[in-house]
C-alpha cells in the first residue's frame, strides 16, 4: 500500500473483553513498531519489530498486552481484558531499515467502557 | 520544550516569527534522531532527521541542530504560519529502536 494501514480506526470495547487492533506495514519495510497515546500526551513504546530477530517487547504495559507480526508483514497487537486505562490511540509505524525515518498510520482509537 | 508534569509545555509565536522547539534526549549511544510533527486527530508525521555524525541539517524552513555534548536537539521553523501549529516531537533511534520525548505544542497567533 502506498502507506502504514492500520484497522480499526475506532474501537469501542466492554472492560474485560480482548481486543486486536491490525497494522498493514509499507511493503518492503523491515521494522515495525506499536506506540500507546493517551489524550494530549506523549508516545509510549510499547513494541519493535526487526525482521527476524526476537522483538523488543520492553514497553508492553502488563502481560495483558501482546503483538506478533506474521511473515515479517502484517502485525497484530492484542489486549486481553481491557480495562478503562487502556483506552487511548494505538499507533504503529514502519521503517526501510532500522536507520531510517519511520512511517505511521492514523492509528486505532479504543475506549473501553 | 521540557515537559512539566502531566501537560504539554506549549510554545506561542505570532505569524512570520521564527520558531524555536527544543528536546534533551536520553541516550548517549543514539545515532539518529528526527523531528515529528503531529497535528490534531492524525498519526505523526516526518518533518526532518539527523545522523549523529552531524550537527545542523536544513531542510524547506526548518533547520534542525544537535548538540551531542549536552544531548541536547532543537528544530527551528522559519516564517512560522498558522498551517504550523501542532504538537512537535523528537525521537532518538538507539540499536534501532525509536523513543520519543515528551513533545511541545507550538501555536501560531495570527
Known amino acids: 500500500g502506498a502507506g502504514v494501514s492500520q484497522s480499526p480506526s475506532n474501537k469501542v470495547t466492554e472492560k474485560g473483553k480482548d481486543v486486536e487492533l491490525r497494522c498493514d506495514p509499507i511493503?518492503?519495510?523491515?521494522?515495525l513498531y506499536w506506540y500507546r497515546q493517551s489524550l494530549g500526551q506523549g508516545l509510549e513504546f510499547l513494541i519493535y519489530f526487526q525482521g527476524n530477530s526476537a522483538p523488543d517487547k520492553s514497553g508492553l504495559p502488563s502481560d495483558r498486552f501482546s503483538a506478533e507480526r506474521t511473515g515479517g508483514s502484517v502485525s497484530t497487537l492484542t489486549i486481553q481484558r481491557t480495562q478503562q486505562e487502556d483506552s487511548a490511540v494505538y499507533l504503529c509505524?514502519?521503517?526501510?531499515?532500522?536507520?531510517?525515518?519511520?512511517?505511521f498510520g492514523q492509528g486505532t482509537r479504543l475506549t473501553v467502557v | 520544550g521540557e515537559s512539566v508534569g502531566l501537560h504539554l509545555p506549549t510554545l506561542s509565536v505570532q505569524e512570520g516569527d521564527n520558531s524555536i522547539i527544543n528536546c534533551a534526549y536520553s541516550n548517549s549511544a543514539s545515532d539518529y534522531f528526527i523531528w515529528y510533527k503531529q497535528e490534531s486527530g492524525k498519526g505523526p508525521q516526518f518533518i526532518i532527521d539527523i545522523r549523529s555524525n552531524m550537527d545542523k541539517r536544513q531542510g524547506q524552513r526548518v533547520t534542525v541542530l544537535l548538540n551531542k555534548t549536552v544531548k541536547h536537539l532543537s528544530l527551528q521553523i522559519a516564517a512560522t504560519q498558522p498551517g504550523d501549529s501542532a504538537v512537535y516531537f523528537c525521537?532518538?533511534?538507539?540499536?534501532?529502536?525509536?523513543?520519543f520525548g515528551k513533545g511541545t505544542k507550538l501555536s501560531v497567533k495570527p
Open positions: 509505524a514502519s521503517s526501510f531499515q532500522s536507520g531510517t525515518e519511520a512511517f
Open positions: 525521537a532518538e533511534k538507539s540499536q534501532g529502536n525509536l523513543i
Open positions: 511493503s518492503g519495510h523491515t521494522a
